[in-house]
């Protein structure tokens, strides 16, 4: 885990219980640092990707912190995206 040693020991800890989490194991040997992925590892196949259902959708784009918020997206008129597709 090349990336994770250039981090600070608070970060570093912090990394390591997330990649925990994602992998759901406590093994130093099967936690993956996805930094450190290549390229052929990936799969497009979309038979072998996860599950993803509209609850995980709303989830991440509406539930979680960021930009756009719950009573953002019901003002969606005020936005800029919208305004720039009005004119």
Known sequence: MAYVNTLPEPEKKRYREKLEVLFE??????L????????????????????????DIYSYLVE???Q????????????????YYIR
Do not use: H
């Open 25 to 30: 194991t406590q093994d130093p040997e099967t």
């Open 32 to 55: 993956r640092d996805p930094y450190e992925i290549e390229d052929i590892e990936w799969v497009d196949d979309l038979t072998v990707w996860p599950p993803v259902e509209f609850g």
């Open 64 to 66: 979680t912190p960021g």
């Open 68 to 83: 756009f918020t719950k009573e953002r997206m019901k003002a969606y008129k005020s936005l800029d995206a919208f305004n």
